[in-house]
């Protein structure tokens, strides 16, 4: 059986590969700058992960984008590759120019500009999205500050061996950064493909989420290295407990949003993760640029990605 | 347990290093007990050799330890500690071996009013370096509870400093000697030696509190 999928989909895919450069190297950044991880064995393991939490977990970030964007006006396959481009031209400006991606914001932002064109922007919607965004670093806070907690009173005076404390960082390491993985993946794919699906009907669900999960395991698999090696070098600063606490917390939050079918980001969850820690050790660990970063993401993505998508539906206004 | 074999592998050879460290340790103590009561001979010469034989045994156990390591046994931070503290463990067989060697060499005896300070150097070092195998032992079996060390902390750093003041005492001894400069440097030289190697033995309980304090949530 031969599945005819629209070339309208290849913006999304360029914007999956993007993703899969950049967010998904907060999964196993920490635990390959420390060597714990080799990089070649940190890509599979996340390529592998991303794809299961995308197909397993997916389709609800998928129904719920999809509805918001056919009920935006993006309704036919040249505008939702219009949307898509918007969002992939604005993550590979930012990531020219050095500024902190957000996909999720990107797409929301595409589509409101594109909505702006048809008539049919829908802020209250918009809203929602922007409060689950907000709660994002918040949430995390508050989710390591718990678990750094608990791992300094119930586990740390348990752990006297030198070998057995190497040992629960490793297997730490290993099993936050897969479940960090498949959180994103089941999480992040809706960014990347769920603007065809639905009653647009160019991909059903099945086929959104994993062309969605290949697509960011893709830019896992071909271009990660530079960035996990920026994140992991922040991460390397914390000990090794706080670094193993940043990534779970990370997965944890960005798991939670997946339940709800909402798209956030993983970096924002992290640097939320390491503020609790911060807390907790009574130090001051929060980070001026990562706060800029965060607000950017918040304000500066989305309207960025609104106005290139609004210069696209106004082309294609002229044209019809 | 077979799930920590490489581990257990690791700290049973550091165990073994430090033990053929100290016995290295203790040749070098002897040697100087017959060089101060014997003068020198034929049996400081075999004792050089022995001290010399001791030394290469600890440094084969350490080349045994890194060829673990290769193995890919603990984590790579953990990696670069034991490396570190065994290289610093094996620099103290290295001291003992080379003063020896150099007693031996420049035919080197001590005058009668250094004598005692010789002695105490040498037994304090090495009653440090027995505080400093409690303190292996203990922190790479338990290195929770920190506080429970303290104790052997506290008798390393206060032996270093003792010896200190044994050293700067037994220098400003001998330059108040009647004897040639050349004379006077070659013999500081040596003392100061022995004094440093309980330098040494502080640099390791200085890196072993840092991993205490680092795998500290």
Redesign the interface.
């Known amino acids: 059986m031969i599945i005819m999928i629209s070339p309208s989909i290849i913006s999304g895919a360029v914007l999956g590969w993007a993703l899969g450069s950049n967010g998904a190297a907060n999964c196993f950044a920490a635990a390959v700058s420390?060597?714990?991880i080799k990089y070649r064995t940190a890509i599979i393991f996340t390529a592998i992960f991303v794809v299961l939490g995308a197909c397993l977990e997916g389709g609800k970030g998928v129904q719920k984008i999809s509805d918001y964007s056919y009920n935006s006006g993006i309704n036919t396959p040249i505008k939702a590759f219009l949307v898509m481009l918007a969002a992939a031209i604005t993550i590979t400006l930012m990531t020219i120019m050095h500024l902190p991606v957000s996909t999720s914001q990107a797409v929301i932002g595409a589509i409101i500009g594109g909505a702006l064109i048809e008539g049919k922007a829908d802020f209250s919607e918009v809203v929602k999205f922007f409060y689950a965004w907000f709660i994002t670093p918040f949430g995390a806070i508050i989710i390591s500050f718990i678990l750094?907690k608990s791992?300094?009173l119930f586990i740390?005076?348990r752990?006297?061996?030198?070998?057995?404390?190497?040992?629960i960082?490793?297997v730490g390491y290993y099993v936050s950064g897969m479940f960090s993985a498949y959180s994103l993946g089941g999480n992040n794919v809706a960014n990347v493909t769920s603007i065809y699906a639905g009653k647009i009907n160019l991909l059903t669900t099945n086929q959104a989420v994993f062309i969605g999960g290949l697509t960011i395991a893709l830019g896992v698999l071909t271009y990660s290295r530079g960035v996990m090696k920026t994140v992991g070098e922040n991460l390397v600063a914390l000990?090794?407990?706080s670094g193993l606490i940043s990534v779970l917390t990370g997965g944890i939050v960005v798991y939670i949003y997946t339940q709800i079918g909402i798209p956030v980001s993983a970096s924002h969850a992290i640097v939320g993760a390491v503020i609790g820690i911060g807390l907790v050790k009574g130090i001051n660990t929060i980070r001026m640029e990562a706060i800029r970063n965060i607000l950017f993401g918040w304000f500066g993505t989305p309207t960025i990605a609104g106005m290139i998508s609004l210069f696209f539906f106004s082309l294609l206004c002229l044209n019809s | 347990m077979p799930f920590f074999k490489k581990e257990r592998e690791v700290l049973e050879l550091m165990n073994q290093h430090i033990e053929a460290v100290m016995y290295c340790n203790q040749l070098f103590v002897e040697s100087l007990e017959i060089l101060n009561e014997k003068g020198l001979g034929f049996e400081i010469e075999r004792m050089a050799k022995e001290v010399g034989k001791a030394e290469s045994k600890a440094d084969d156990i350490r080349h045994e330890i890194i060829q673990s390591l290769l193995k890919g046994a603990l984590l790579p931070e953990s990696r670069r500690e034991i490396l570190n503290i065994i290289k610093k463990i094996d620099d103290i067989a290295n001291k003992c071996e080379e003063i020896i060697k150099q007693i031996s060499l420049q035919n080197i005896e001590f005058f009668e009013e250094l004598k005692p300070s010789i002695k105490k150097i040498s037994l304090k070092t090495k009653l440090q370096l027995q505080y400093l195998q409690e303190l292996i032992n203990k922190i790479f079996t338990n290195f929770y509870h920190g506080e429970e060390y303290h104790n052997e902390l506290l008798e390393i750093s206060k032996l270093e400093s003792e010896i200190d003041e044994i050293e700067y005492n037994a220098i400003h001894t001998l330059f108040n000697m009647d004897i040639e400069l050349a004379k006077k440097n070659q013999i500081k030289a040596i003392i100061s030696d022995i004094a440093n190697i309980s330098d040494i033995g502080e640099d390791i309980s200085d890196m072993l509190e840092m991993i205490m304090v680092l795998r500290k949530v």
């Open positions: 420390t060597r714990i750094y791992f300094e740390e005076k752990i006297k061996d030198y070998i057995v404390y190497d040992k960082i490793k000990s090794p407990v």
